[in-house]
């Protein structure tokens, strides 16, 4: 679709493009394709996950690539970043955030080094935010094949600055598929795939001991911190 267009060329040599690419073709389809219903859905939230997430900005960059864990009870998210697929961005970006203590780390386990920081805003693409509004359901692919058909559900909203507003493709079962956040400077897109539904390494969402009593990081006035922002 026309989205397509704004891809420079020379990203599309890569296996990776070629699926974020499928990603946003799927995502407009749907946008055209969901049916709006007036009932009384409420956001459903994200069981144990582990997987992998994909960040790209519609300008074409990719931003990450790399492995998540996910414990939807204790609100904790560890992100890394795959050093098969560096980009300039994120190369080497390791977080683990805690969104109920509203902090998160920024990891560098090379270099046994941290820096623990505020999070002044708690969003993230795997869970959806209790205020969304329910768009529709949509069915990918076919529903008659077996096999070859998604049915995903579609939550909309705004930003909490409400400079910006997402859109989160989830299934059926919670687990987010895509979520696109519209902000006024750029527009990314998470997708995810290759998800379990458990915590396959617990130890990924423990504080490494170097960490452990490092002080705050003071936050610059102005600045808001989220899993976000980390990528614009
Ligand atoms: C999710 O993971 C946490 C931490 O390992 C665990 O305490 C919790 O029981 C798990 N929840 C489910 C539903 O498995
Ligand atoms: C990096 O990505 C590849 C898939 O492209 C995967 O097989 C590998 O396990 C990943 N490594 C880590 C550390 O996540
Ligand atoms: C990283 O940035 C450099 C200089 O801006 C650019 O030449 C290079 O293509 C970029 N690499 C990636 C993977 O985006
Ligand atoms: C290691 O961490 C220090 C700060 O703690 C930093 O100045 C230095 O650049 C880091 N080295 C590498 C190789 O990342």
Known sequence: MRLGLFLPSRFCDSLWTRKMYAAITLFVFMCLTAT?????????????????????????????FGAFTYDSMGKKLRFRSNESHPTNTSLGLDLLMFFDEGIFYEIDSKNQSCEKKTLQCTQHPLDIPDDAT??????????????????????????????GHYSMSVTMGCLP????????????????????????????????????????????????NSFLNEFM
């Not at 709006?36 to 990450?64: I, R, W």
């Open 177 to 224: 598929v895509t979520v696109f956040y519209f902000c006024e400077s750029t527009t990314l897109l998470f997708s995810n795939s290759d998800i379990e539904n458990e915590i396959k390494d617990p130890d990924l969402l423990v504080v490494p001991s170097y960490c452990v009593g490092q002080p705050m990081e003071e936050t610059p006035e102005g600045t808001v």
């Open 134 to 163: 329910f768009h529709g359901e949509v069915h990918t692919g076919s529903l008659s094949v077996e096999g070859e058909g998604l049915k995903v559900n579609i939550w909309t909203g705004s930003m909490p600055d409400t400079k």
């Open 36 to 64: 709006t219903h007036a009932d009384h859905h409420q956001p459903c939230h994200a069981p144990n996950m582990t997987g992998f997430m994909s960040v790209m900005s519609l300008k074409g960059e990719v931003k990450a």
